[in-house]
Nanobody, 124 residues
Framework: VQLQASGGGLVQPGGSLGLSCATS????????IGWFRQAPGKEREGVSCISSSGGSTYYADSVKGRFTISRDNAKNTVYLQMNSLKPEDTAVYSC??????????????????WGEGTLVTVSS
């Protein structure tokens, strides 16, 4: 099982960046995929999640309206388009496979497989 995030880099505030999560070794169409981030000195937080079919998507309040998650099961890849980036978005972003469930206040997740991350730095 492999999940590999890519596409990170340095971007100016207000800019955009697209991340990809390439997967292999498991049936992607049976798993929800979540994006997570961890900033220096902070706990890991869930950023977004997409259901196995792509029919449901979930976002953390901090990224709603700026980030868009999508998936292409035929290409075994999940994407995270990040727009209007802010310095506080700086973190290592990683992807994981499991389940995501809507809650009254957002969503919860339970992940089975985790991948390596990619660093996103938002700075002028």
């Amino acid at each position: 099982v492999q999940l590999q995030a890519s596409g990170g880099g340095l971007v100016q505030p207000g800019g955009s960046l697209g991340l990809s999560c390439a997967t292999s070794g498991f049936p992607l169409d049976r798993y929800a995929i979540g994006w997570f981030r961890q900033a220096p000195g902070k706990e890991r937080e869930g950023v977004s999640c997409i259901s196995s079919s792509g029919g449901s998507t979930y976002y953390a309040d901090s990224v709603k309206g700026r980030f868009t998650i999508s998936r292409d099961n035929a290409k075994n890849t999940v994407y995270l388009q990040m727009n209007s980036l802010k310095p506080e978005d700086t973190a290592v972003y990683s992807c994981a496979a499991g389940i995501c469930i809507a809650t009254m206040t957002g969503y919860q997740y339970g992940m089975d497989y985790w991948g390596e991350g990619t660093l996103v730095t938002v700075s002028s």
